[in-house]
C-alpha cells in the first residue's frame, strides 16, 4: 500500500535547531540504530520540538505569578502521521495502572529498574525499515531499530516485555512499558525476586539504565503515585507545584488545573461536587466569572489534595463495603473493605448528574448512586459480596418489589447479578441516638436516658421542671392530642419497638399496615396504587391527615 507524501518535506530550520539535528544523526549513526539510504517511496520529515521540564510558576511582565514549564532544550522527532494511517494497528493493551499499583503496594521492600532507550532495543525487520525513511537537511536515513513516533511502538514494546517476564508478572514484578517494579515480602525474598528478574534481562539481552534504578528501598514513586508498605499515596512532589498555582484567570487555567488535580481523584472524596463551580465555567454558553464560590472551590480542591488519605489494596477473601450518597447534582460513592472493625478506603468516585437526572425523584437519585457505584468498581466487586450503605431506607423495599417504575426495575436488573446486601445508614446500628439527634428540642430539660423508645415522638416543650413520675403523666396525656397519627409507625421503622399496650390483633395489623411506609428523615411516605393504572404512587404523610 502506498500513501503519497503530502507534508512539507522541505520546512527550513534555524543554525539552532540544526545543530540539534546534527548531533542526533551522528549519534544515532555512530550507535548504528540508523544508515544513511538512497531513496524511499516512504519519506518522513524531520522536526525540532521543545524539551520541556517540571511544571513551575514564574512571574511575568506584570508581576503576577504564572504556571509554566520550563523549556530545557529541543529534541528531534520525526512525523509520522502518513505511515501511521497507513499501519494495520496493534491493540495489545497495556496494564492497568489502578490494578497494578495495589498488587506493589503493602510490601517492605522494593527495586526499581529502568531500561536503556526502550524502544531502541526493539529491531526493526529488514523488509519494513525503509518505511522509517526520514529526512533532514544532511540526507535521507531509515531506522534499524524501532523508533519513537510509530503508532505500534507502545503496543510493540509492551508486547516484547510482556513475553520476557511472563512467568514472574503478578507474581514477584510488574511491567509497564520500561518501567520494571520487583517486590518481596521479605528482604531476603526481594532480593531473590531481583535476581531472577537481572537474570531474565541477561538472557533476553535486555538493557537497563543503572542511572535510574534504585535497590532495595521502602517506597518509590510508580506512575505518578508513592507506594509503600502503608498503601498508595499521592506524589507530593506533583501536589506541591499544584499548591502553588495561582489563582486562575483564563478557562485554560481552569482546565489545567481540574486536569491535574483529576489525575488524583481517586483520593478525593465527593470529587465532582467540589469541582461543580468550576466544571460550569467550562461551557462555552458560559461567561468566566471567578466569583467567591469558584475560589472557594479552588481553594477545597486544594486542601483536599493535601489531606489526601492513604488508600489500600483490596483483599479479596474480605466482602466490600460501598457507601453512596446523592445530593441534588452528583453522586458519590465509596468503596472499602473493613479488616479488623477498620473501614479502609479503597477508591473515591463521584460524578456530576446531567438536567434529567437532576430532576429524578429523591428514591431515584439514591438509587442511581448505587448503580453508579457498581459500574464504577464492577472489576472489584463482581464475584465477591457486597454491602451497600445508603441514606435512603426505601431502596431496600425496592429490590423486593416487582411493580416499580421501569427505571428503577431496569436498574435494578442492572444489579442482580451481583451478591447485594442494602444497610440503610440511619437507625441501624444506633437508631435512637440518630433520631434524637435530628430532633430539635428547644427547651433546656436534658434528656431522660431511661425514656422508653415508645415514646420518642412525645418530647414536648415543658415549660418548667418537674418529677420524673409528673413529666411521664404529662407526657402521656398530650400524646394522643399533639403527636401525629403515624407516631407509632415512625418509632416502629427507627427503633424497632411495637408499642406495649397493643394485643395480638393490633400488633398483626400494625406490621401488616407498616410494610406500606417509608421513614426518610424528616419525612414519613406511604406508598399507594392508583387505581386506574396500578402504578405505585408516594404520599408523604402530615399530621392533619
Avoid at 82 to 111: G, T
Avoid at 168 to 184: A, P, T
Avoid at 422 to 447: F, Q, T, Y
Amino acid at each position: 500500500m502506498k500513501v503519497s507524501q503530502a507534508l512539507n518535506l522541505r520546512e527550513g530550520l534555524n543554525p539552532n535547531l540544526k545543530e540539534v539535528v546534527k548531533k542526533e544523526i551522528l549519534k544515532l549513526l555512530d550507535a548504528g540504530i540508523i544508515y544513511p539510504i538512497s531513496d524511499s517511496t516512504w519519506i518522513s520529515p524531520v522536526h525540532c520540538v521543545p524539551k520541556k521540564g517540571g511544571i513551575t510558576v514564574i512571574k511575568n511582565d506584570k508581576e503576577e505569578l504564572i504556571p509554566t514549564r520550563t523549556i530545557v532544550g529541543h529534541r528531534m522527532c520525526i512525523d509520522y502521521r502518513k505511515l501511521n494511517s497507513a499501519s494495520r494497528k496493534d491493540h495489545f493493551p497495556l496494564p492497568f495502572i489502578d490494578q497494578m499499583l495495589e498488587r506493589l503496594a503493602n510490601h517492605p521492600f522494593y527495586c526499581f529498574l529502568d531500561g536503556y532507550s526502550g524502544f531502541f532495543q526493539i529491531p526493526i525487520h529488514p523488509n519494513d525499515q525503509e518505511k522509517t525513511t526520514f529526512t533532514c537537511p544532511y540526507g535521507t536515513f531509515a531506522y534499524r531499530r524501532m523508533p519513537f513516533g510509530l503508532c505500534n511502538a507502545p503496543a510493540t514494546f509492551q508486547r516484547c516485555m510482556t513475553s520476557i517476564f511472563s512467568d514472574l508478572i503478578e507474581e514477584m514484578v510488574e511491567v509497564f512499558m520500561d518501567d520494571f517494579s520487583v517486590y518481596g515480602a521479605s528482604f531476603s525474598s526481594c532480593l531473590s525476586n531481583l535476581c531472577r528478574v537481572l537474570q531474565r534481562c541477561e538472557e533476553t539481552n535486555l538493557v537497563l539504565n543503572w542511572e535510574k534504578c534504585h535497590f532495595m528501598v521502602r517506597e518509590g514513586i510508580v506512575l505518578g503515585h508513592k507506594i509503600s508498605e502503608k498503601g498508595i499515596e499521592l506524589d507530593r512532589a506533583k501536589v506541591d507545584v499544584m499548591l502553588q498555582l495561582p489563582v486562575p484567570k483564563t478557562v485554560k487555567d481552569i482546565r489545567s488545573f481540574l486536569g491535574h488535580a483529576g489525575f488524583y481523584r481517586r483520593f478525593i472524596k465527593d470529587f465532582s461536587k467540589i469541582a461543580r463551580p468550576l466544571t460550569r465555567l467550562l461551557c462555552k454558553e458560559t461567561d468566566f466569572e471567578f466569583d467567591e464560590e469558584c475560589h472557594k472551590s479552588w481553594t477545597l480542591l486544594k486542601d483536599a489534595l493535601v489531606s489526601a488519605p492513604i488508600v489500600q489494596a483490596p483483599n479479596w477473601d474480605h466482602p466490600f463495603e460501598i457507601m453512596c450518597d446523592a445530593s441534588d447534582y452528583a453522586v458519590g460513592a465509596v468503596l472499602g473493605q473493613k479488616i479488623d472493625k477498620k473501614l479502609n478506603v479503597i477508591y473515591y468516585a463521584s460524578k456530576t448528574m446531567d438536567d434529567a437526572q437532576c430532576k429524578y425523584a429523591t428514591t431515584e437519585k439514591e438509587l442511581l448512586a448505587i448503580v453508579f457505584a457498581f459500574e464504577k468498581f464492577r472489576s472489584y466487586i463482581v464475584g465477591s459480596k457486597v454491602i451497600v450503605h445508603t441514606d435512603h431506607a426505601a431502596l431496600r423495599h425496592i429490590f423486593a418489589k416487582k411493580d416499580t417504575k421501569p427505571r428503577l426495575l431496569r436498574w435494578i436488573l442492572l444489579l442482580q447479578e451481583f451478591d447485594i446486601e442494602v444497610v440503610d445508614k440511619k437507625g441501624v446500628e444506633n437508631g435512637v441516638a440518630d433520631h434524637l439527634s435530628r430532633m430539635r428540642v428547644e427547651d433546656m430539660i436534658p434528656i431522660n436516658d431511661s425514656m422508653p423508645e415508645e415514646q420518642l415522638m412525645a418530647i414536648m416543650i415543658l415549660k418548667e421542671s418537674f418529677d420524673e413520675k409528673a413529666r411521664l403523666e404529662e407526657v402521656k396525656a398530650l400524646r394522643d392530642e399533639n403527636l401525629p397519627w403515624y407516631a407509632d409507625i415512625v418509632n416502629f421503622m427507627v427503633s424497632g419497638e411495637v408499642p406495649s399496650s397493643f394485643d395480638a390483633y393490633k400488633r398483626k395489623k400494625f406490621f401488616k399496615d407498616a410494610r406500606h411506609y417509608y421513614w426518610d428523615e424528616p419525612y414519613c411516605t406511604r406508598e399507594d396504587q392508583t387505581a386506574f393504572t396500578g402504578d405505585a404512587l408516594l404520599k408523604r404523610m402530615c399530621k392533619e391527615f
